[in-house]
């Protein structure tokens, strides 16, 4: 059999689980193949940092991962870190509305209830609201054809009040987009078949998510490393052959050449491949590939800028604690930080005893020049948000500003039919070759993880290996 070579452009969670994955297949197989990963940066994992300082372990980028997305715990085992994965600590979360801290109503689901009795008690609505979002039980479910807006479809459900003060904080966090804009069908399509299969968002709930165990503490919904999430990045990287990763290089472009490619990199060298795994952003893409006219459809991709301020403290310098894991933001709050993350209640391990870790986050849609602010700024607009509900008498003993520009990719409505037709004229024109990665179809770890995955599959079914 001729050797076949994969060309992996990208080095995030998505390339490097492509190329585990494609490494352990030649190994067990025992595969012609080589496997270049080609990374433009001077390390591995994308917006996965990790920084050790005074017995702090902190995340720059995500801090932890979906448990019941099976597919990074199964990469954990897969490395032998299983031992090392550690649950978040539970307790109670909140959302600032009004300059003031509500707790998440129990029994929601992404903000939307599976129990009534802790909404109808909660302060986070007027009785009108109340009676708004109750409508969804009787209200008539409604078969669209195509795409929505987030926004668009929990409006028609459950309400305004419901959207702005509950679900809109937490959606929004996760996408640091407009959920206005943002589209069903590529976010969570699960929604729609609730209302389509139940007629109810919250019937639907009650139905299909499991009843936690009574009289027991809320269960862990998230997991991350003793060491901090680089312990996935490195393990990956100690399996990877000698000579297979290449970085400080970028992809410049790729030219199909009869029955292989060429791949045209930043140091004027170029790389032969039967098949090439491309997981890096849209933008990226659209500019290696440009001689396409189909990658045009990435133009109308945006991407959103966020930064997050992570902040050490002596336990004795917050004079009003609360007792909870952290908050997000309401988008009619007069604050410019989104949410905080009390590190060392929901992290424990990250944090010495004695001491605080407080992150907070910046950089709405409406409000992207926060991000190209100084750390001291980014610092001072964070401190000075914390104290308006918290009571914090000193400054942090050290802060770490950290910035990621043009790093979260919008899923616009019809987001999920654009990257659909991009694909299948990439599998007429660009036979072998393949997108994976955050600005495709899904941005959490486990999503990223199963793209790499997918792409494996894709590239051993073209080689017929």
Known sequence: MNRKKVIIVGGGISGLTAAYYLQKEKREKQLSLDIQLIEAGDKLGGKIQTV?????????????????KKSATRLAKELGLEGELV???????????????????????????????????SGLFTPAGKTRAALD????????????????????????????????PLLSGIYAGDIDDLSLQSTFPNFYQLEIEHGSLIKGLRKTVPKPPKNKPKPSMFRTFRGGLDSLVEAVEAQMDEGSVLKNTAVDHIEKKTDVYHVLLSDGTVQKADAVVLAAPYFAVQKILSQYDFFTAFKEMKATSVANVAMAFDESAIKKDIDGTGFVVSRNSPFRITACTWTHKKWPHSTPKGKVMLRCYVGKPDDQEVVNLSDEEITNIALQDLNKIMDISHNPEFSIVTRWYDSMPQYSVGHKDRIDKVESRMAEQLPGVYLAGGSYRGIGLPDCIDQGEAAVERVLQHLNM
């Open 52 to 68: 050790k300082r005074d017995g702090f372990t902190i995340e720059r980028g995500p801090d932890s991962f979906l448990e019941r």
């Open 87 to 121: 649950p978040n600590g539970t307790g109670q979360s909140y959302i600032l509305v009004n300059k003031k801290l509500h707790k998440m109503p129990s029994g929601s689901f992404m903000g939307i209830p599976t129990r009534i009795r802790p909404f109808l008690f």
């Open 137 to 168: 039980l009787i209200k008539p479910k409604k078969e669209i054809e195509g795409d929505q807006s987030l926004g668009l479809f929990f409006r028609r459900r459950l309400g305004n009040q419901a959207v702005e003060n509950l679900i809109e």
